[in-house]
C-alpha cells in the first residue's frame, strides 16, 4: 500500500504559477504511474496528466504547453507546475498512483486528500 499526500495549493492571480506536491510514504513511487486529477465544484474528477517512472508523460489538451509533471523518485515524490493559470483551473487537486497507463480516474488505486487551487480573475 502507498499512502499520498499533496501539499502547494493556494490562491494565486490568473497568470500566476504554483507547484504541488505528492510526496508518497509506505512504498517507493516509482513502482507506480502516477496521475494528476483535478475536481471542480458540481463537475466530474477529470484527467490533468500523469507520468511514468521513466518520466514520460502525457497531459490533458486543456493544460497541455502550461503544466508540467515531474517526479523525484528519490524523494518519493511527484510534483504539478502550473503556469500561467486561468480562473478555470480552479479545482480540488488530487494526485493518484496505479499501474495502468490510462486517464480514467478509476484505474488508480490510491488516492491522496486533495489540495484546494482557487485562481481568482
Known amino acids: 500500500q502507498v499512502q499520498l499526500v499533496e501539499s502547494g495549493g493556494g490562491l494565486v492571480q490568473a497568470g500566476g504559477s504554483l507547484r504541488l506536491s505528492c510526496t508518497a510514504s509506505?512504498?517507493?513511487?516509482?513502482?507506480?504511474?502516477v496521475g494528476w486529477f483535478r475536481q471542480a465544484p458540481g463537475k466530474e474528477r477529470e484527467f490533468v496528466g500523469r507520468?511514468?517512472?521513466?518520466?514520460?508523460?502525457s497531459y490533458a489538451d486543456s493544460v497541455k504547453e502550461r503544466f508540467t509533471i515531474s517526479r523525484d523518485n528519490a524523494k518519493n515524490t511527484a510534483y504539478l507546475q502550473m503556469t500561467s493559470l486561468k480562473p478555470e483551473d480552479t479545482a480540488v487537486y488530487y494526485c493518484?498512483?496505479?499501474?495502468?497507463?490510462?486517464?480514467?480516474?478509476?484505474?488508480?488505486?490510491?488516492w491522496g486528500q486533495g489540495t484546494q487551487v482557487t485562481v481568482s480573475s
Open positions: 493518484a498512483a496505479g499501474t495502468n497507463w490510462v486517464s480514467m480516474p478509476s484505474a488508480y488505486g490510491y
Open positions: 509506505g512504498r517507493t513511487l516509482s513502482t507506480y504511474i
Open positions: 507520468i511514468r517512472w521513466t518520466g514520460i508523460t
